[in-house]
């Protein structure tokens, strides 16, 4: 009888571990399909949203023209971009606060931007006229504005708006193109 216990026993061990390599074998399969499921979902997520954010959302149809209906022809005709030119309004401005209860003055330098190499000649040549009236504008800020961020931003909106109105007035074509696009502050300092 104990032979037969003892061979009892040793099948019962058999069958639990044909259960238990079973079960495990199950778990090993269950897992590598979870990961290879999941790697794929976020290999298409990433391929999804780092076309997304080209921004080249166009989409071509069959005979080779943008959704928006230009043909690839038409966007290379186009004129070429020129590269932006740049105009140092040497020397600085100081442009004093007419209340100065907490700061006198303020001074800064000014970096003019075109594509045209035409308006870089034209603000040369015409210097004088286009410094009086920036000053005339630089002359009526506040010092409140002038300590925010915002206020900076108006300000070179103004003077580039400025500049432009003037080269007009000084071409007598008051319904010429802009000129000038953008103005920079390289320094500016109020005390």
Request: no cysteine.
């Given at each position: 009888m104990a032979k037969k216990e003892i061979e009892?026993?040793?099948?019962?061990?058999?069958?639990?571990?044909?259960?238990?390599?079973?079960?495990?074998?199950?778990?090993?399969?269950?897992?590598?399909?979870?990961?290879?499921?999941?790697?794929?979902?976020?290999?298409?997520?990433?391929?999804?949203?780092?076309?997304?954010?080209?921004?080249?959302?166009?989409?071509?149809?069959?005979?080779?023209?943008?959704?928006?209906?230009?043909?690839?022809?038409?966007?290379?005709?186009?004129?070429?971009?020129?590269?932006?030119?740049?105009?140092?309004?040497?020397?600085?401005?100081?442009?004093?606060?007419?209340?100065?209860?907490?700061?006198?003055?303020?001074?800064?330098?000014?970096?003019?931007?075109?594509?045209?190499?035409?308006?870089?000649?034209?603000?040369?040549?015409?210097?004088?006229?286009?410094?009086?009236?920036?000053?005339?504008?630089?002359?009526?800020?506040?010092?409140?504005?002038?300590?925010?961020?915002?206020?900076?931003?108006?300000?070179?909106?103004?003077?580039?708006?400025?500049?432009?109105?003037?080269?007009?007035?000084?071409?007598?074509?008051?319904?010429?193109?802009?000129?000038?696009?953008?103005?920079?502050?390289?320094?500016?300092?109020?005390?």
């Amino acid at each position: 009888m104990a032979k037969k216990e003892i061979e009892e026993q040793e099948n019962d061990d058999d069958n639990g571990a044909k259960k238990g390599g079973a079960s495990t074998l199950k778990i090993i399969i269950i897992s590598v399909t979870l990961a290879v499921i999941l790697g794929g979902g976020l290999v298409g997520g990433t391929f999804y949203f780092v076309n997304n954010m080209n921004g080249d959302t166009a989409s071509v149809n069959e005979d080779g023209a943008d959704s928006d209906g230009e043909d690839d022809d038409e966007v290379a005709e186009s004129e070429p971009v020129e590269p932006p030119k740049y105009y140092s309004m040497d020397p600085k401005f100081v442009v004093s606060f007419s209340n100065q209860s907490k700061a006198r003055f303020m001074q800064f330098s000014l970096e003019i931007m075109s594509r045209d190499s035409a308006v870089i000649k034209q603000i040369e040549d015409h210097m004088p006229v286009i410094r009086s009236s920036l000053l005339m504008l630089f002359g009526v800020q506040g010092y409140e504005a002038m300590v925010t961020r915002e206020g900076k931003e108006k300000l070179l909106t103004d003077t580039t708006n400025d500049i432009n109105m003037t080269l007009q007035k000084i071409s007598g074509d008051e319904e010429s193109m802009v000129l000038v696009e953008a103005a920079y502050f390289n320094s500016f300092v109020i005390q």
